[in-house]
């Protein structure tokens, strides 16, 4: 059975403040209710909430203005790492998100590791294409290049 919530704070997967969603009765009631997340819809929590949802609309466009901005930047940044190898280009061990964040970081380009989609550790050398989410709405590819030390 589904229920109408208002949403009192931004639910990743749902939506903002303000924003009146069905969801199924025991994440509300479990989950939703408890955590202060959503509220049962009546008018007085509507008018309540709405001057928060245009605050929060009007930050969410100049995030998205500022990733929009960065993400311009990574078409000309790429990143190289160089790990040391065995006799026949293998690696020893693998690069993970994390060195490549710390890479970015020593070019001024700081991420959080959540920004960074990159399924498994990369264990070959060559170039790689990384998807990065700077902002819900904008994604670009970052170019890893892991070469020989």
Not at 5 to 16: R, T
Not at 17 to 34: I, K, S, T
Not at 72 to 81: A, G, L, V, Y
Not at 117 to 122: C, E, R, V
């Amino acid at each position: 059975m589904a229920v109408e919530v208002l949403l009192m704070d931004a639910v990743p997967g749902l939506g903002i403040e303000g924003d009146v969603v069905r969801v199924a009765d025991g994440y509300a009631r479990n989950y939703l209710f408890p955590n202060g997340l959503a509220s049962e819809v009546t008018e007085g929590k509507k008018r309540q909430i709405e001057k928060k949802r245009i605050v929060r609309l009007e930050l969410l466009r100049k995030e998205q203005t500022a990733a929009e901005e960065l993400a311009k930047k990574f078409e000309s940044i790429s990143c190289t790492i160089a790990v040391k190898t065995s006799e026949g280009n293998k690696m020893f061990g693998s690069v993970t998100a994390a060195q490549i964040i710390e890479k970015l970081a020593e070019q001024g380009i700081t991420l959080a590791r959540n920004q960074m989609k990159l399924d498994a550790p990369l264990h070959e050398l060559g170039v790689f294409d990384i998807t990065v989410t700077l902002h819900p709405e904008v994604k670009t590819v970052l170019k890893v290049w892991i070469v020989e030390e």
